[in-house]
C-alpha cells in the first residue's frame, strides 16, 4: 500500500459544481497535512494546510479524518481557473524531515 | 518580495558533464530540500538540509550532490554518474525542518539531456 494516494483523474466537472477530492494515508501517527495545487509544468502552490478541526478559505475545504486516515478538498462554485492538479501531502511525524507526495488528483472544469 | 530563486529555468546537459542547479532563500527559512520530479509521477527527495553546513540523502540521492554552506543558498550537482537525469527539479523550504509547516517551492528546473 502506498504512504499517501490519491485517485488521479481526471475529475471533469462543469464549472459552478461542487467537486471533492479525498487522500488516503498509511501512517496512523502522521502529524501534519496540506493541500497544494500544481499547474501544468509548474512548481506546487501551497493551497492550505488541513487543521484537526477542518478549515476554510473562501471556495475551499479541507478535512481531516484521523479514525479513517484520510483527508479531503472541497471545492465550491468551480471556476476555469481552478483547473489543474491537486498534490495531498502528508509529514509523518514529528521532528522528521520528510513529507510524503501523493501523485495528485486532475481537476478539468470545463465551460 | 521573500521567495525562493532557482535557476537556469532550462538546462542542457551533455554526456559526462556535471551541471549545477542554483537555489537561493530570502524567506529566513531553516530547512532546504531538493525534489526531482518526472512525467505522471510524484516528488521525490534527493537531498535535504536543516542547518548551516548539514544535509542528508533523500530517498534517490544516487548521482547528485549539494552543498549547504549559507543559510540562503543550496545547490544541487547533478552528475555524471546519474544516467537518467532528465526531469523536472523543484527546490523547497520550510521554516524548520520538523514537519509541521508547510514547504514552499521555487519555480523549477527543467534539465535535458543533448
Known amino acids: 500500500r502506498k504512504e499517501v494516494e490519491q485517485d488521479p483523474g481526471p475529475f471533469n466537472v462543469p464549472e459552478g459544481a461542487t467537486v471533492a477530492f479525498n487522500c488516503t494515508y498509511s501512517n496512523s501517527a502522521s502529524q501534519s497535512f496540506f493541500w497544494y495545487r500544481q499547474d501544468c509544468r509548474k512548481e506546487p502552490k501551497l493551497l492550505m494546510s488541513v487543521y484537526s478541526s477542518g478549515n476554510e478559505d473562501g471556495r475551499f475545504t479541507a478535512q481531516l479524518n484521523r479514525a479513517s486516515q484520510y483527508i479531503s478538498l472541497l471545492i465550491r462554485d468551480s471556476k476555469l481557473s481552478d483547473s489543474a492538479t491537486y498534490l495531498c501531502?502528508?509529514?509523518?511525524?514529528?521532528?522528521?524531515?520528510?513529507?510524503?507526495f501523493g501523485t495528485g488528483t486532475r481537476l478539468k472544469v470545463l465551460a | 518580495d521573500g521567495g525562493i530563486t532557482q535557476s537556469p529555468k532550462y538546462l542542457f546537459r551533455k554526456e559526462g558533464q556535471n551541471v549545477t542547479l542554483s537555489c537561493e532563500q530570502n524567506?529566513?527559512?531553516?530547512?532546504m530540500y531538493w525534489y526531482r520530479q518526472d512525467p505522471g509521477q510524484g516528488l521525490r527527495l534527493i537531498y535535504y538540509s536543516q542547518i548551516v553546513n548539514d544535509f542528508q540523502k533523500g530517498d534517490i540521492a544516487e548521482g547528485y550532490s549539494v552543498s549547504r554552506e549559507k543559510k540562503e543558498s543550496f545547490p544541487l550537482t547533478v552528475t555524471s554518474a546519474q544516467k537518467n537525469p532528465t526531469a523536472f527539479y523543484l527546490c523547497a523550504s520550510s521554516i524548520s525542518g520538523t514537519g509541521y509547516q508547510p514547504q514552499h517551492f521555487g519555480d523549477g528546473t527543467r534539465l535535458s539531456i543533448l
Open positions: 524567506l529566513n527559512h531553516d530547512a
Open positions: 501531502v502528508v509529514s509523518p511525524a514529528s521532528g522528521t524531515y520528510k513529507y510524503i
